[in-house]
């Protein structure tokens, strides 16, 4: 069933003292694909004089930009429509441009913990069943075992370490699925987007079978349909990050994020009506 969603995201970014030669790379521009289609998209950047839109290696929009005069903050808001849940699934890229999600990225290759949950938990149930129904065991037994809970991760949290945890965020449950999906032979990638409510950026899984690309959801063991808007996708987090910069000074930075994903028609998170 398909579903019409609004969405409003909104990223500052304060500095301590100005700054020069901002130059930024955003992946929050969510785009038309076999699973939902874009019909409405707003863009405002503060200062905003100078940017482009293009596209990364693995397809994702880009919006870049580049600012010299002094800044003590920058400011981004994007708002749109999309129809999600328009199918269960995306068609797959050519053979050769599926190797890249086959195998361990740095922050997804498997240790002794997560080898050792592949033995124990998931070899016995997972023989002789499609790479589908594989993936949504292994969805259900990573929400069972990671716990989520914010400020024990961060960024730079490898599968491994998550699993040693039992606990992160949606990063890090997306992170263990995909190591345990790649053990198994299975060919998995992570995905950032938006889930309906408020809050920050979410993230999830796809994996491949019979040629199409399946969206599983870890965090809430769910299918990601037309509750989920699909911005970007990569082997780990650290392709598809939605903010990477640079700037010239000695300035510290606070980002603050926000997110409101709801069905059209009803009000907004955060309002009365």
């Known amino acids: 069933m398909s579903t019409r969603l609004c969405f409003a995201y909104q990223m500052e970014i304060r500095y301590s003292a100005p700054i020069r030669g901002n130059c ?16 409405t998209l707003t863009t405002r950047l503060e200062p905003g004089e100078c940017w482009w839109q293009g596209t990364d290696p693995f397809g994702n929009v880009l919006l870049c930009g580049f600012d010299d005069s002094p ?7 994007e708002t749109g429509t999309v129809t999600t849940g328009l199918a269960d699934s995306m068609p797959a890229e ?9 195998y361990g990225s740095e922050l997804t290759a498997p240790g ?5 949950f592949y033995a124990d938990r998931l070899a016995p ?23 989520y809970t914010k400020g024990r991760t961060g960024m730079d949290t490898t599968a491994e370490e998550a699993m040693a945890l039992g606990a992160g965020v949606c990063q890090d449950e997306s992170h263990v699925m995909i190591a345990l999906c790649r ?23 796809e994996v491949l079978d019979d040629g199409r690309w399946f969206g599983l959801d870890p965090t809430n063991d ?5 509750k989920h808007i699909r911005i970007a996708v990569g082997r780990d987090a650290r392709d598809c990050p939605m903010n990477r910069g640079i700037y010239y ?6 980002i603050h994020v926000s997110v409101k994903v709801w069905e059209q028609g009803k009000p907004a998170p955060g309002t009365n009506g």
């Open 24 to 39: 930024y790379t955003l992946r929050v521009s969510p785009r038309s694909c076999a699973v939902q289609q874009v019909t």
């Open 71 to 77: 800044l003590t903050r920058f400011r981004f808001r």
């Open 94 to 102: 050519r053979y050769e441009e599926l190797v890249k999600f086959r």
């Open 112 to 116: 002794p913990q997560l080898k050792k």
């Open 125 to 147: 149930c997972l023989a002789g069943k499609s790479p589908l129904v594989q993936g949504r065991i292994i969805m259900h037994e990573v929400h069972e075992a990671i716990a």
């Open 183 to 205: 053990l198994g032979g299975i060919t998995a990638r992570y995905v950032t987007g938006f889930l309906i409510g408020e809050g920050e950026s979410h993230a999830w899984v």
């Open 222 to 226: 769910i299918a990601a349909a037309d």
């Open 249 to 254: 000074g000695a300035a510290a930075q606070e």
